[in-house]
């Protein structure tokens, strides 16, 4: 019988608990395998990172603990990505994250949701300066540019990168800015044509926009 989304995760946090590495990969890769991604990421790999994180601040978990399912989860859903670009058509979507921001999970967690709907997901990692993301984008114009913002904006001048990047990037291109920082960029004076994506579904609402648009 196929396993729930909340019993994988049980089974991957008892994997880590136990530092067994090969049967996290197997799990992962596994759900990778049987679920639609949409329930793969929402249910499996958000609660898992969740959780894994929530586990290092308690002291629960060491940090190669968290290292280990962070690597696991970076190589299971890489994976998934090649898989749905082999099958990937217009527009295409540039996934990345200002320079200071090291939290790369929702930037790919999105490309590999956006490659699953059809999209050209371009993953390019994370901690890039805005001159890096501006010359790609001259060399490869892209339909959208999301960005995932998890650190304090003010830490990493994350307005002021995005007003640099709006001013750098032809206004054709759309900006979405997600992750858990992004409520508090909200509040923030933004240059227009930068989107905040609150949620999931926000997310999911703007590629099948950018798609209805590319298709008219």
Known sequence: MESSPKEVVAGLLAAVVDYDIEACDRLLASAVADMEPLS?????????????????????????????????????????????????????????????????????????????????????????????????????????????????????????????LRSAIPSPTEIWVSGHASSALAKKPLPPGICIIRDLGEFLDRLAALKSGSQT
């Open 40 to 164: 793969l990421i929402r249910d499996v790999v958000s609660p898992l990172l969740r959780e894994a994180g929530n586990r290092w601040h308690r002291g629960e978990f060491a940090v190669v603990q968290e290292h280990m399912i962070s690597g696991v989860v970076r190589r299971q859903l890489s994976y998934a990505l090649d898989r749905y670009l082999m099958n990937c058509a217009a527009p295409s979507v540039l996934f990345t994250t200002l320079s200071g921001e090291r939290h790369e999970m929702g930037a790919l967690m999105g490309a590999v949701l956006a490659a699953s709907e059809g999209f050209h997901s371009i993953y390019l990692g994370p901690d890039l300066p805005v001159s890096e993301i501006s010359l790609f984008c001259t060399h490869r114009p892209v339909q959208a540019l999301a960005l995932s913002v998890v650190t304090d904006p003010d830490v990493i001048d994350a307005p002021g990168q995005l007003a640099e």
